[in-house]
């Protein structure tokens, strides 16, 4: 099996000697480069072709997050691994964002970095514990109810507005919200007149600049 090649971006120099004492003693580990800054790490990456880049978020002048979003624009097949002290939401999601396929603490343990550093290099994306855990926290937890929009309008009203920005016609609308027609009608009038629009596709104009009518929440 081939080795892994490594690059490591980190200011720190006492950090980046002992990941390479800890490269160097594994069989499937090589330290191929090392930078000190954002700046170095893109142009190493760029010349070394390594497997996978270990990256820290905080350096001098180009930061970690700015050179991973370089690095794989540049080089898609490098993997980017965010090796931080930070792991508050921005961070982590600004990372993300940025292309990088794994975060690890700097506190975590050997096993937990080799184990992202290897799905990494093997195309697969991995977050440690601590980063899964925060992400599934974010992401079940409730968040707050958008303000209502079109506050002139009544909620039954803005359902309606919904229906007609997904292209229903008054037919459809009757038998979805299982009105007749009239009051279709009527809610329709309504919602013409307080938002002054002369027909139907400036309504649905109105209504999608508003975000109303996506699928998936009948609005």
Do not use: C, W
Request: no cysteine; charged share 25%; proline share 4%.
């Amino acid at each position: 099996m081939d080795a892994i090649h490594i690059l490591v971006a980190d200011d720190h120099t006492l950090f980046r000697d002992g990941l390479r004492a800890l490269f160097a003693s594994l069989p499937d580990t090589e330290v191929v480069g090392e930078a000190a800054t954002g700046l170095e790490a893109v142009q190493q990456a760029e010349a070394l072709q390594p497997d996978v880049v270990l990256m820290d978020i905080q350096m001098p002048g180009l930061n970690g997050i700015e050179a991973t979003r370089q690095i794989v624009r540049t080089s898609p097949h490098i993997g980017v691994v965010v090796v931080t002290m930070f792991e508050d939401d921005d961070s982590v999601f600004a990372s993300m964002r940025a292309g990088a396929r794994g975060y690890v603490l700097k506190g975590a343990d050997q096993e937990e970095m080799l184990r992202t550093i290897r799905a990494v290099a093997r195309g697969e994306a991995l977050f440690g514990p601590a980063i899964a855990s925060r992400l599934m926290s974010y992401f079940s937890a409730p968040r707050p109810a958008a303000p209502d929009v079109f506050p002139e309008l009544t909620e039954r009203e803005r359902e309606v507005l919904g229906l007609i920005a997904q292209g229903h016609n008054n037919s459809e609308i009757a038998q979805r919200l299982v009105l007749s027609q009239k009051t279709v009608r009527n809610h329709v009038s309504n919602i013409f007149s307080k938002l002054q629009v002369a027909d139907r596709a400036q309504a649905i104009v109105r209504a999608r600049e508003a975000g109303l009518g996506t699928a998936n929440t009948g609005r």
